[in-house]
């Protein structure tokens, strides 16, 4: 048996026939059934809900697969993005409570676990604009889960303690507390990372321009006779100075009521710009203004980092740190050496 691990669902609209076709890119689901597996696909009630909450309902459907397989064959169990941290979870608790996962290889698929990143001033944009529109206020309720807080590592109801939000600190100290990477009955671990494969000198994120920590993300300046906006979003830096990541500003026509927020960051690591598998926010922004009709808004840096490399193979140095977002995993002879994972 093969479990396959769905990822953050944000608006859970993936059904079991999206999930089969993500698994069937050139033909992968029929021919791991050739081989000999039988697939069997994880979707989640709410993949939004909290990590350890899927965790348990994952551990469920592996105790029922072993309950309903037959022979002495051992389990496959793979995760991609979230899904990496559902299963995480759920074969540590199987571990910690006695329960036998029956595992022998468990893999994850560019999982976030040392988090993932979606530049702040996105955040904040998508957060001030709800109240104008129902689509971006959908997904501030997305942004704003459990699951979402739980992985983002910098996140905007953080403010003004980034990095710290309660709920991703509970779900490293829940792993923590479980022993970290589950192990038992000799389990094989692998992680797949999804960088670009370019290294860390720029260009990484598929971007024309290289980004650099502060640089200018968006631009939008909309006019018209019944509303003025505008705004910008800028990466957040690598440490100091103090920069500016998002403003914005609605002008509205008397005797309705301005609105305006400027947010500024430091102390942040240039996660916006490491290099690893990367989301296009800011174009699926512009996108959404475009198709609105309130242009001009523009981009340089229509793709971000999402989940940098050294989260997805969770590298640590020899305290148990995580490495520098722009380690060099290429040039790294030990790299083994720095990750839980066996391969």
């Known amino acids: 048996p093969l479990i396959f691990v769905e990822g953050f669902d944000l608006d ?19 021919k791991m059934q050739d081989y000999g597996y039988d697939l069997v696909i994880m979707n989640f009630g709410d ?139 000799g389990l094989q671990k692998i992680a797949l990372s999804n960088g670009s494969g370019v290294g860390p000198n720029g260009g990484q994120l598929g971007n024309t321009a290289v980004m650099q920590p502060g640089d200018l993300l968006l631009d939008w300046d909309y006019t018209s006779l019944l509303v003025d906006i505008n705004s910008q979003i800028w990466a957040v830096p690598d440490i100091s100075p103090q920069t500016q990541i998002f403003h914005g500003l609605v002008d509205q026509i008397w005797p309705l009521p301005d609105d305006e927020l400027n947010v500024f960051a430091s102390g942040t690591l240039p996660y916006d710009n490491a290099p690893g598998g990367w989301s296009d926010t800011q174009q699926q922004i512009v996108d959404q203004v475009f198709s609105a009709g309130m242009g001009p808004i523009s981009t340089d840096f229509p793709n971000h980092d999402f989940i940098p490399t050294v989260s997805s193979l969770d590298l640590r140095d020899g305290n148990g740190d995580p490495l520098p977002l722009f380690h060099g995993v ?14």
């Open 12 to 30: 859970n609209s993936l059904g079991w026939q999206d999930i089969w076709d993500l698994l069937n890119q050139q033909d992968l689901a029929p």
């Open 47 to 185: 993949a939004t809900d909290y990590v350890q909450g899927n965790g348990l309902a994952l551990a469920t459907l592996i105790e029922k697969v072993i309950d309903e397989k037959t022979g002495n064959e051992s389990l496959v169990v793979a995760g991609a993005s979230m899904g990496g941290l559902v299963s995480r979870y759920a074969l540590l608790w199987m571990e910690d409570n006695g329960k036998p996962h029956e595992t022998r290889l468990w893999m994850t698929i560019d999982s976030p676990h040392q988090g993932a990143n979606m530049p702040l001033g996105d955040q904040y944009f998508v957060d001030f604009f709800a109240d104008y529109d129902a689509s971006i206020a959908a997904l501030v309720d997305a942004l704003n889960s459990p699951a979402a807080q739980q992985q983002l590592v910098y996140h905007h109801l953080d403010a003004p303690d980034i990095g710290q939000n309660p709920l991703r600190q509970q779900l490293l100290a829940d792993f923590a507390s479980l022993g970290d990477y589950p192990a038992a009955g």
């Open 330 to 343: 290429s040039n790294d002879p030990n790299l083994l050496a720095a990750t839980p994972f066996d391969t």
